[in-house]
């Protein structure tokens, strides 16, 4: 069965610091990734999505992730965060021929402290 | 409506009782998701329409659960003789196609289910 791994349940830094957010997938096929974040008190919101092409993804709010297929790894990264980066992040993946149908990692929690 | 709206946003009910917790995608959304988030974990999917059929319900837990999109808008997910185990945020998505590759789905606040 497919399954999406985050390593770091709690990340905790300080503003400024870089980012980054394992996350790894079991699925042997053709896959869709996506990042999600959930703001304190909102909805889920894509942060960035990869289907095909250049592996270097960039999304909103200055955040990236890197399709490495050989290490069936998506790790999101972000150079310098800010307060408001804090948030739950969840990496999915699409392994269904992209009817939609996402599995979802379980989350990390990004508290950034001011 | 301009966002994914689910009502109601939160519910409690005690055990043995049914549940309808209904979704309305945003006008024109084709595509119509369900998920499931408990405590600590990332959403899990029960099921998916495309327009008013059913295409895939893998997901639903058991017979007690079911959804439907009679008319491929609103949709309603029924939990009969609830469990406390079925308490959990359940989250609603809808996306402008089938597929993920030019949209991408739009979230619901979720209906946060507690059954006691």
């Known amino acids: 069965a497919q399954s999406v791994s985050q390593h770091n349940h709690h990340v905790i830094l300080s503003e400024a610091a870089s980012l980054e957010l394992g996350c790894n997938y079991s699925?042997?096929?053709?896959?869709?990734l996506f990042w999600y974040v959930q703001y304190p008190g909102q909805h889920l919101q894509l942060l960035l999505k990869?289907?095909?092409?250049?592996?270097l993804v960039k999304g909103i709010k200055g955040f990236e992730a890197e399709f490495i297929k050989s290490k069936f790894s998506f790790n999101l990264r972000k150079p310098s965060v800010q307060w408001s980066d804090t948030a739950e992040y969840f990496c999915?993946?699409?392994?269904?021929?992209?009817?939609?149908?996402?599995?979802f990692g379980q989350g990390t929690t990004l508290q950034v402290k001011p | 409506g301009a966002g994914v709206s689910q009502s109601p946003r939160y519910k409690v009910t005690k055990r043995g009782q049914d549940v309808a917790l209904r979704c309305d995608p945003i006008?024109?959304?084709?595509?119509l998701y369900w998920y499931r988030q408990a405590l600590g974990q990332g959403p899990e999917f029960l099921t998916y329409?495309?327009?008013?059929?059913?295409?895939?319900k893998s997901g639903l837990p058991n017979d007690r659960f079911s959804a439907e999109r009679p008319e491929g808008s609103i949709s309603t997910l029924t939990i009969q003789r609830t469990e406390q185990r079925d308490s959990a945020m359940y989250r609603c998505?809808?996306?402008?196609?089938?597929?993920?590759?030019?949209?991408?789905?739009?979230f619901g606040s979720g209906t946060r289910l507690t059954v006691v």
């Open positions: 329409f495309n327009y008013e059929a059913q295409q895939d």
């Open positions: 699925y042997g096929g053709t896959v869709n």
């Open positions: 998505a809808s996306s402008p196609s089938t597929g993920l590759r030019n949209y991408g789905y739009t």
């Open positions: 006008s024109g959304h084709v595509s």
């Open positions: 999915a993946v699409d392994g269904s021929g992209n009817t939609g149908k996402l599995i």
């Open positions: 990869y289907f095909s092409g250049d592996p």
